[in-house]
């Protein structure tokens, strides 16, 4: 093999290598729900085509539930490098809020209970719904009501006028990062607003909304195979060269050794 020509296979190689398979995916809502603030915890909204996050007039709470299907879409093994979630908040009467993304603790249900109107009130609870008292109604009720989560966000966005809000951080994609290593872990995110403020509500688009353009999205980086960095990668090359020299030379050596 010409020496030119084993240069550029050990090229090759080593930025084989150093480039990972870097891809992204695009998914939407699994489920997602309301949880409307009710003692009595016979209050959903499963599959409306809205869910809320903050405080009413009255006042009472609104939280959101999402999750969404991370082994579905990403392949196991993979390293997550970054996610976003976009949502549509099509309704508000207050100015900027901030709306934050938590860790849910423990399993959740989305039933069919389909609230009227501007669905703001919710309607009676369906089997399997979660309510502000229950993860699944009416069997299964949450540690503590309003939802089990992390108390620390994972990410917030500043929530305004009616239009796309995007959420991103190192938090979230370590969420998803657990989601994809442990799938029975993944209960998504409960998301919640500025709930000392009256009012404070936003309400976002749900999965079942009429118009597709405006369902949730989580847009999901990540990298399949090996992930070298550059350095490491350059002085792999280096040392690769520098065999391939000491190589050459002494087969150049060998054949001008006199023979016998």
């Keep these: 093999m010409k ?9 090759l190689a080593v930025v084989s290598i150093s480039s990972a398979a870097a891809e992204v995916v695009e998914i939407g809502a699994l489920t997602d729900n309301t949880l409307f603030e009710d003692l009595e915890g016979d209050v959903s909204n499963g599959a409306g085509v809205f869910f809320f ?4 007039f009255v006042p009472e709470i609104r939280r959101g539930v999402i ?7 990403v392949p196991e093994g993979a390293t997550i490098d970054a996610v976003s979630l976009t949502l549509h908040m099509s309704k508000t009467i207050v100015g900027p809020q901030v709306v934050s993304l938590h860790r849910i603790l ?4 989305e039933g069919v209970s389909d609230a009227p109107m501007e669905e703001g ?7 399997g719904d979660a309510t502000w008292v229950h993860s699944f109604f009416p069997t299964v009720n949450w540690n503590s009501p309003g939802g089990d989560f992390v108390v620390d966000p994972s990410g917030d966005a500043l929530v305004a006028n009616i239009g796309f809000y995007t959420w991103s951080s190192a938090g979230m994609a370590a969420d998803v990062q657990s ?3 442990s799938p029975d872990d993944n209960f998504g995110w409960i998301v919640i607003g500025d709930e000392t403020t009256v009012p404070s509500a936003k309400r976002f688009d749900s999965r079942e909304n ?3 353009s405006e369902r949730p999205v989580l847009a999901i980086e ?21 065999l391939l020299a000491v190589g050459t030379l002494f087969v150049s050596r060998y054949r001008s050794a006199p023979t016998h």
């Design 3 to 11: 020496k030119t020509t084993v240069f550029v296979a050990v090229l």
């Design 106 to 109: 423990a399993d959740w249900g």
């Design 121 to 127: 009130q919710g309607t009676e609870a369906e089997r």
């Design 53 to 56: 996050a903050g405080a009413t």
């Design 67 to 73: 999750a969404f299907d991370i082994v579905g879409a």
């Design 210 to 212: 009429t118009d597709e």
């Design 222 to 242: 990540f990298t399949v195979g090996p992930d070298v960095p550059a350095s490491s990668a350059a002085g792999l090359m280096l040392l690769v060269l520098a």
């Design 179 to 181: 989601w994809l290593d």
